[in-house]
Structures are given as structure tokens and as C-alpha cells.
């Protein structure tokens, strides 16, 4: 047998099939007497369900006095209930196959669970009773602060974590978003009542969203909600406070020094807009093209052509009150300043030039293709209709993203890259061995230089 030479041998990939619809199941939006919004889907693929209990409160309406207490107070809420201690929760679900999970961000909130829909009544069950008779046990409460104590110092030594800590301060401030983490001193300083106070004030009916995804007819799982959440007592819930940003001019650069660190973290951000902003499905492509996909252009730039790094990554992030845009990598320490330097190229010439017609078809097939994977699982549709939900996005939204970002053109990523890609006014963190890197950091202006635990050096 006669083989062709490597040479020879066709290379070339297979053109693109059309994308398949979407067919959309029909989607039931119902709000209890006491304030529950409920969005209901079926999905008879598997004989189960996944849910998710949101409250519109994260940590960002405590940050002032207690960085880190919603999350603090998911966690133990979870480990016991007037009715159930915590073993006999985790008996509970391993007896009807279910799994059972809490925790909390910026803006929200949640429980989230799954299960077989012959337990849904009881899983529903088991959910309202967290949701409204939470115990918080002394024991838990100790058991979980010793472990985030644990976490706080481990993250203290890791690079990403600093990078991401200093660049939401410096672009936020004294705002609540400014503060992602609580520091030791403030986790021991935490009190039980705190949390009670928390869950007291926050987990209302009137600040929930249900959204459930599964196997099951609305009616009766309608039914079986009411049953479950139906005298839940409402109550009024204050907002997030939203304090003055701080005012951003010209390029800065923030230093956290990390002795013996072997390599350097770097992330360059700006603040940009939320989801709900007219602009949001632009500036989602205009990210995808400069680093918010493997194929993109800070990727090949950096790690293909020059192996600075592994897994540079841009990302835009909407939170509720505010956004931001981020670019993020793990470089050599030799490297910092080239690194930079690449990172700035490549954002200068997405506001200069306008993307290909290839290069652009890719970016929005790319997003149109993971939109459509991530609505393929009940966790992924379930994720999709919450977020379009708490967002208050039109009721058409989902359906309709496919086709709106199909239509973006090359001029809506230059504008986009132009309103949001603030090269003039980037906000520069570096995070590593301050003897190694200050020099190639003073390249881009004086550093602000930090130790590990945020204090100015």
C-alpha cells in the first residue's frame, strides 16, 4: 500500500452547516400572592429538574460593614433548619438522589438544586424550609468560619486572587463592588446574629426569583410550589447601596508585591457597562475577538507567536449597578513589560482598524455556538432564563440573541472597541517579585506598590 506524502495529504476543514433552530419550549411566568416570581420550562429530555432560588441581595449590600456576609450566610443557612439538622439534610437528599447546593456573589443570592422529579415535592420541601426557617447552628457557623479563614490565607498567596482584589479597588473604590473578599480580622469578627440578620432582611418572597427546568408539567409544579412557598411571609428589602465612583485619568500602575514569586500576574481593566446597556451584545463580540476566545487575537499574539504565556484571557463582566472589562495573564517574569506592551497593541488596534470579514464571521458563530451549547442542559437553560429574568431583559431575549448578534457588523466591534477598550485610562495591576519586575511596571508609570494584605508600601 502506497501511502501519500504528508505533503499531499488534504488538510482543509469542513465548511460550517447551517445552525439548527432553537426550538423553544414553552416558558410559564407566574408571581405568587406574597411576591414570588416563578419561571417555569419543560424539558421531558431526562426525568429530572434543576432549580435555583435567587434573592436580589449579594454581598455588596453589606460590604460596608461586613465584606463577604451573604455568601457566609447561604453557606451556613444550608447546614440546618428548625425542622433538620445537618445530617439529616444530607440523608434527605442522598435518599431521593437529589443534590443541594448555597452561595452567594455581588448582586445575588441562591439555592440551587436538582433531583428526580419523583422527589420534587419533597426537594421543594426541603428548599422553602432553608429558604425561610434556616436554624444556623453554632457548630456550622464555627465549623464554616474556620474554613474561610483557611481560604483567606491561601488566596493571600495567590497571584490571580491579588490581581483581581487590587484592579476591582482601584476601579470601584469605596463602592461595594470595590471589595470582593473579606480580610481575616473581619471573618473573626463575625457573629451568628449577623447572619440571622442577613437571611432576616433578605430572604423575602418579594426578593426571589424560582426558576425551575425539568421533566414536569407547570400545573402540577405550580401547584406543588404554592404548597411549599404560598405562606412565605413578604416583607420590604433595601437595595445595594451606590456610592461615587472614583474618577479614572490616564494610565496607572498598582504593584502587589509577592516575594519569591515565580512568575507575574498581570491584569489591565477599565470600567464599561452592564448587560442591560444597549451596547452589551457588541462589546460581548468585540471581547471575543480581542481575548474572549481561544482563537483570539491576544491569544495568538502572546502565547502561539511569542509563548509569553499560557492562557491570556479578556472578559467583560456585567454586574447590576456597574461593568467592567478585564484582561488577565500569568507571565514569565522577564517578560512583563513585552507582555504589556503586546497587550496594549492589541487593544489599540482594535480601535484603529476594522475587523476582517472572516475574523468576524468566526466571532459570531462562536458566540452563537456556545449560546446554543449552554442552552443544551437544564443547568444551562435554567442559568439563561435566571439571568435574563433578574436583568428584567426583554421577554424576547433569548430568543432573539442568535439573530442579533448574526447581524453585527465590522463597525459595530470598532465602536464598541473604541467606547469600552479605554487604552487611554487603563488601570495596570502587576502581582509578583517587586525586585524583578518594578523596573518593566515603570515603563507604564510610577507604581503604587502593596503587599499582599493591601496595605500601600
Known sequence: MVTAPRSEIQTAVPALTPARPVIWPPRVHKTLSNGLEIVLVESHTIPKFTGELFFRSGNAVAAATAPGLADMTATVARTGTAKRTSREIEEDLRRMGSDLSSGAGADTSVISFAGLVDFSNEL?????????????????????????????????????????????????????????????EQVTNYRVEQLKDFYRHYYRPGNALLVMVGDFSPEKMLAQIEKAFGSWA????????????????????????????????????????????????????????????????LVMNIREQKGYTYSPRSGAHPLRQHGYFSIGAAVRNDVVA??????????????????GDEELDDARNYLTGIFSLGLATQDGLAGQLATATL??????????????????????????????????????VIVGDRAQIESQAALFGAPEVYDAQGNRI
Open 391 to 428: 436583568e428584567k431583559l426583554p421577554g424576547d431575549y433569548l430568543e432573539t440573541y442568535r439573530e442579533r448578534v448574526l447581524k453585527l457588523t465590522s463597525a459595530d466591534v470598532l465602536d464598541a472597541a473604541r467606547k469600552y477598550f479605554d487604552s487611554a485610562h487603563a488601570q495596570i
Open 124 to 184: 421543594l420541601g426541603l428548599v422553602s424550609e432553608l429558604a425561610q426557617q434556616a436554624s444556623f447552628p453554632a457548630d456550622e457557623f464555627e465549623r464554616e468560619r474556620r474554613q474561610l479563614i483557611e481560604g483567606l490565607r491561601i488566596e493571600r498567596a495567590t497571584p490571580g486572587f491579588l490581581a483581581s482584589e487590587r484592579l476591582r479597588r482601584v476601579l470601584f473604590g469605596a463602592h461595594p463592588y470595590g471589595t470582593i473578599s473579606p480580610t481575616e
Open 338 to 355: 513585552a507582555a504589556l506592551t503586546e497587550i496594549f497593541y492589541e487593544i489599540d488596534r482594535m480601535r484603529s482598524t476594522p475587523v
Open 234 to 297: 413578604s416583607g420590604p428589602v433595601e437595595g445595594a447601596p451606590d456610592p461615587a465612583l472614583p474618577e479614572l485619568q490616564g494610565r496607572r500602575v498598582y504593584l502587589v508585591h509577592l516575594p519569591g514569586s515565580v512568575q507575574t500576574q498581570i491584569s489591565v481593566g477599565n470600567r464599561a457597562i452592564t448587560r442591560k446597556h444597549p451596547d452589551w451584545l457588541r462589546l460581548t463580540l468585540a471581547n471575543s475577538i480581542y481575548g474572549g476566545a481561544f482563537n483570539s487575537r
